[in-house]
């Protein structure tokens, strides 16, 4: 498993948060084989079968299961080649089909209320520059903890990040963005900092932890009395549904997520989609109603 885990990392290029989920699903397998005192090269179909109606009766999402199979499957392929099985039992094991839901979405009013939080202190400055960078950029939080200083470009307003499969991207600064950067960067400086690099560090100086990020999140919901799901996933699907309804090319806004497929963007124009369906039953048919 650990070697399957590290050619994933090295060979093929998965984010660290990737390769993570894929330990997560592997443990579940390992977990699996050890109740039934059975080894990894031993598995047929019968049993590949059985590991998944376990994920079923644990009431799991289908994309969740979906994955979990992808990851089975890789990982008996990548057993195939090292001559550590013959078959792959997962090979004709089928995903479940799901609904995709539409993600949840900040209203524009709601995410200049987060984006003009009051602040007095260090950590204060950073909660908001946090939501800041989120919202202005559309980066994933693995991209904003990983932000270094060397890829800030203050005079082009953007930054560098690295993205899914170690690709490089530039994501761009609003001018208000950029003013609470500036005012960072000169609070930062007194900060004796334990990570040079990174662009973004706590009072300690060292760089920003997901739990830190999440539980920054989980205070300023309770704080702005938010009372829809609120967290920094939640920011970049705003940042994407926002540029669409504001009549960016969705190609542009591929680019700037870092989506390798359309595909995956395309869920924003469904979600805009939604919106206009329900201002419409909201206004045209009371209309018609009273027709």
């Given amino acids: 498993m650990e070697g399957y885990l590290a050619y994933l ?10 390769v993570s ?20 090269a031993e598995m047929q179909s019968e049993d590949a079968r059985a590991f998944v109606s ?26 195939c080649m090292e001559g550590e099985a013959s078959d792959n039992p997962f090979k004709r094991i089928k995903g479940t089909s799901h609904y995709r839901r539409l993600p949840s979405v900040l209203s524009e009013a709601e995410v200049e209320n987060i984006l ?23 980066c994933r939080l693995s991209e904003l903890i990983g932000m270094n200083v060397k890829d800030l470009d203050m005079e082009g307003s953007r930054i560098l990040v690295l993205g899914k499969g170690s690709k490089q991207r530039y994501v761009f ?7 609470i950067l500036s005012e960072y960067l000169e609070w930062k400086s007194a900060i004796k900092l334990q990570d040079q690099q ?21 205070r300023y919901k309770i704080e702005l009395s938010i009372n829809k799901k609120f967290t920094p996933h939640v920011f970049r699907h705003s940042f994407a549904t926002h540029m669409l309804e504001h009549d960016s090319s969705i190609r542009v806004v591929q ?25 419409y039953e909201e206004s045209f048919p009371h209309e018609r109603k009273k027709e």
Avoid: W
């Avoid at 609003?174 to 003013?179: F, S, W």
């Avoid at 990174?198 to 989980?218: E, M, P, Q, W, Y």
């Fill in 116 to 138: 003009s939080i009051p602040y007095n202190d260090y950590t204060g400055l950073l909660c908001a520059v946090i939501f800041n960078v989120l919202y202005s950029t559309g």
């Fill in 173 to 179: 600064l609003t001018p208000k963005c950029k003013r």
């Fill in 198 to 218: 990174a662009l973004l560090v706590n009072k300690s100086g060292k760089r920003l932890s997901t739990s830190f990020v999440h539980s920054i999140f989980d």
């Fill in 54 to 79: 376990e994920l079923l009766s644990e009431d799991l999402a289908s994309s969740s299961i979906n994955r979990m199979l992808s990851a089975m499957r890789g990982f008996f392929h990548y057993l």
């Fill in 21 to 40: 989920s894929y330990r997560f699903d592997l443990e579940k397998l390992a977990a699996f084989l050890s109740k039934r005192s059975m080894r990894i």
């Fill in 9 to 18: 990392g090295s060979m093929l290029g998965y984010s660290e948060n990737t």
């Fill in 255 to 279: 680019e700037m997520l870092g989506h390798s497929s359309i595909s995956t963007t395309q869920i924003y124009t469904h979600l805009t989609n939604e919106r206009l369906r329900k201002v």
